[in-house]
């Protein structure tokens, strides 16, 4: 069973809308989370990494939070562009060593 | 897609064969790591090496072979022991060897088997 499940699996909103993707994680025992933008047939780029400590982290348009008691994680977008259609993955890194575990990805797709 | 390089960008190949997917990076990080990616599934790790001449397998090497003879290259090579080898191909790299380091990924190589 993959230890990093993301939800939606894909999504569809307008141009200019927010939106939120959630993580929901079992890796143990924590050591940061990453959200990665991947466009159609690229490789992902980082958007946001945050340690236990962290609760929240903006990157622009992008807001990440985390919650390590109930090892839940969400991206917030706003005021969507066409831009920002993509994949974003959510990966944890376990802190014993440090191997990372990736979400499978939620597709968002902003239609003008 | 950072100093990261992945070429071909697409490679085909024919049942039975061996091909090498390249991979070099300028950023002089110390381990560099080969996934695949398929459809509706994450990034899963098939080999990375954390210094010159080592390497490990990831979770799903086999059917695939890896060199580290130079820092910035590090070459996969996907044998015909892979039975089902179309996928998306990416490398990447990060500074800490010890993998709490972001790691910064190429732009991906596409297998096809014809």
């Known amino acids: 069973k993959n230890q990093v499940e993301q939800s939606p699996q894909s999504l569809i909103i307008l141009e200019g809308k927010n939106c939120t993707l959630q993580?929901?994680?079992?890796?143990?025992?924590?050591?940061?989370l990453r959200w990665y933008k991947q466009d159609t047939g690229r490789g992902p780029v980082s958007l946001t990494i945050?340690?236990?400590?962290?609760n929240t982290k903006s990157n622009g348009r992008y807001t990440a939070t985390l919650d390590a008691d109930t090892k839940q994680s969400s991206l917030h977008i706003t005021a969507s562009q066409l831009s920002d259609s993509a994949s974003y993955i959510c990966?944890?890194?376990?802190?014993?060593?440090?191997?990372?575990?990736f979400g499978a990805g939620t597709t968002v797709t902003v239609r003008a | 897609d950072g100093g990261i390089t992945q070429s071909p960008k697409y490679l085909f190949r024919k049942e039975g064969q061996n091909v090498t997917l390249s991979c070099e990076q300028n950023?002089?990080?110390?381990?560099m790591y080969w996934y695949r990616q398929d459809p509706g599934q994450g990034l899963r790790l098939i080999y990375y090496?954390?210094?010159?001449?080592?390497?490990q397998k990831g979770d799903i090497a086999e059917g695939y072979s890896v060199s580290r003879e130079k820092k910035e290259s590090f070459p996969l090579t996907v044998t015909s022991a892979q039975k089902n080898p179309t996928a998306f191909y990416l490398c990447?790299?990060?500074?800490?060897?010890?993998?709490?380091?972001?790691?910064?990924f190429g732009p991906g190589t596409r297998l096809t088997v014809l």
């Open positions: 990447a790299s990060s500074r800490p060897s010890s993998g709490e380091g972001e790691q910064f």
């Open positions: 090496s954390q210094i010159v001449n080592d390497f």
């Open positions: 993580c929901n994680y079992t890796v143990s025992p924590f050591s940061n």
């Open positions: 950023l002089n990080h110390d381990a």
């Open positions: 945050m340690t236990f400590s962290e």
């Open positions: 990966v944890v890194s376990a802190q014993v060593d440090y191997k990372l575990s």
